[in-house]
């Protein structure tokens, strides 16, 4: 997975106001979420954004509400592409990936962007892009191939997962499908349901006709 460098600051007013503001300065309040959980009650000093949120069980976590601009994150946003972003809040260095990301329903300008803290120990889930390789044995017989799902739900430690999943249908025939339970990839779990279909050769109109000439054929 490619690194994006993004420069943050953190965000001490909240609020419909405070919001309202930072968007109209071209800035989007950014939620940094995960890292470490805490035993309660947190005897630790919080840092300018920070605040403790309890999760249950007697244990809490540290989330941190911070701003980054707009031209900062657009090829961040607006790409296929995955990437670990490495954070710089005031110089301290942090690990994320792009959890969620809300879109104005109307204008589609970004309102808010959620971020989850990854660690090299702790696997995360995120959607990685497919992409299919080779030349499909029912393509050649007059097959058209499909894809059904263009990213699949991977599980791993962020520095174990790949900017693609490549997969290979050169055996991929006539008529069949390939689905999630049928794919392997070293360090990654697949998330997905297993009956889920990952791409096919569908019959096209010229292929029916073909089977059925040869059908006819060998009569």
């Known amino acids: ?12 007013e909240l609020g419909k106001k405070a919001t309202k503001a930072l968007r109209a300065e071209n800035l989007i ?15 630790g000093t919080l840092k300018p954004g920070e605040k403790l949120v309890e999760i249950g069980n007697g244990k ?18 607006y790409t296929p592409d995955i990437f670990a972003i ?14 969620d990301i809300q879109f104005h329903p109307v204008k589609d300008n970004i309102l808010h962007i959620d971020l989850l803290e990854v660690t090299g120990d ?7 892009p497919v992409k299919l390789e080779g030349h499909a044995e029912g393509v050649k017989a007059g097959g058209k191939l499909s ?14 997962i790949p900017e693609r999943l ?16 049928e794919l ?5 779990d697949l998330m997905n349901a297993k009956n889920a279909v990952v791409c096919a050769v569908q019959l096209t109109r010229a292929a029916r006709g073909a089977a059925a000439a040869a059908a006819a054929a060998g009569k």
Do not use: C
């Not at 490549?166 to 339970?181: A, H, R």
């Open 29 to 43: 309040p950014v939620v940094l979420n995960g890292g470490k959980v805490f035993d309660l009650p947190y005897t």
């Open 147 to 160: 894809l059904s799902m263009k990213k699949l739900k991977v599980k791993a430690i962020y520095t174990d």
């Open 166 to 181: 490549v997969i290979n249908v050169d055996n991929l025939g006539l008529g069949k499908t390939l689905q999630v339970g």
């Open 122 to 128: 702790k696997p995360v889930t995120v959607e990685v």
């Open 184 to 188: 392997h990839f070293d360090k990654l």
């Open 86 to 99: 490495e954070l710089d809040i005031n110089g301290e260095k942090r690990m994320a990936v792009l959890k």
């Open 60 to 77: 809490g976590l540290i989330t941190t509400d911070l701003t980054v601009s707009n031209e900062a994150v657009r090829k961040l946003i």
């Open 1 to 12: 997975m490619k690194t994006f460098s993004l420069s943050a600051q953190p965000r001490t």
